[in-house]
């Protein structure tokens, strides 16, 4: 029944995992493009990992919830302050004999054993992450898988933050003991991890060679922070002119000032013309309004026209072609994004993208942002 329990908790943890990183993909993305101007895939697959894990460990110490009334017991009843009573429990009623190997599985099975032995398996990965990843000591490793601990079991004794009148789970100093041991295993386990996976240090240089480069991605969710930076004081100005008009003056005239709008400045980018500065930045507003907003509210109006009058074939068919031309173009835009090529509205007008991203030269012998080469998407 205790392993039943645990496998939900880490069903839910799986269910709800896609949702929490849904909702933090987009400020992830913007601390790494502002940190380092990329988003490393190794840095992205163990941070994820990290969340899921955490996710995990929160959800086997919460679950399963019990019905708010069959929780009587009191805080004294459920807290324990005496440390090392597992050992002492597994002396009196482990029914292990060394000596008899039939036993040992017995023992491996009862809750003396297997209740420390979770509970010291549970941190052993956050001990490796903080080595491996935060770069912790042993020290600082010790005391921050104590402190996540006690969250756990403070967690534990105030009844889900005080949701429940009462805790419904013990709390244990025991538990913490053990929690704190896994995590200092853990933190010798992350040798391995150091020496198998590319150090912190070497991910982070490798993202700040790529981020001296701009690409398409970043500058995708440039526009996209812009578009939502012009339709907010939009919507509540309440104007009946076109938004369409206000995405061109702000991408035609932003620029202008010094080479970036909001949306590039805080992903530390800038715009870079060869030449003519003013009229390719107003060409550029103009083209990039014309591709992103009346484009493909175009071709939805046509649908929607085309779908009023589907009782006829020609407009079902019609209706058909369009909506295909939308999806058609909405592909054709995310593979431009993802293969990191120039968007038609930049190359016509000859834009480039400088990266203004600042670092260390002597940390990371990679030559400083100011004389970083102008980018140009292929």
Known sequence: MEFMGYLISIKVALILFPI??????????????????????????????????????????IL????????????????????????????????????????????????????PAFNILMLIPFGIYL?????????????????????????????????????????????????????CVGYFLGWFATWLLPSREEIDKKSLEAGSRVSAIRVSLSLIIDTVIVYIPYTLSKTQLPFSLFLALYFSLIPLLNGKTFGSALLKFGLIFENRKWIHTIFRGILLTIYFCII??????????????????LFLCLFAITFLIFI???????????????????????????????FTQEKYKIEDSRESPIFQIQ
């Open 296 to 313: 493909p509210a175009g071709l939805l109006y046509f649908a929607n026209e085309f779908n009023k009058e589907a009782d006829s074939l």
């Open 131 to 183: 080595r491996y990843y935060f770069k912790c000591s042993l020290k600082k490793t010790l005391l921050l898988t104590a402190t996540l601990s006690l969250f756990f079991e403070l967690t534990q004794l105030s009844g889900l933050y005080f949701i429940y009148s009462r805790p419904y789970r013990l709390a244990d100093v025991d538990d913490i003991i053990q929690n704190t041991i896994g995590g």
């Open 328 to 358: 058609l173009f909405i592909l054709f835009t995310i593979v431009v994004a993802l293969f990191n090529r120039r968007f038609i509205f930049d190359r016509l007008s000859d834009t480039s993208y400088k990266s203004t991203i600042q």
């Open 20 to 61: 929490l990183a849904f909702l933090i993909t987009l400020p992830y993305m913007i601390a790494n493009y502002r940190k380092y101007g990329s988003v490393n895939k190794l840095r992205t697959l163990i941070f994820y990992s990290f969340i899921l894990y955490l996710l995990t460990v929160y959800f086997l110490v």
């Open 64 to 115: 399963p919830l019990p019905n708010p009334e069959s929780v009587h017991i009191t805080y004294a009843e459920n807290l324990n302050l005496i440390p090392f009573s597992f050992v002492t429990d597994f002396i009196k009623n482990n029914p292990l004999v060394l000596t008899d190997s039939s036993t040992w599985i017995t023992a491996m099975k009862h809750s003396t054993f297997y209740v």
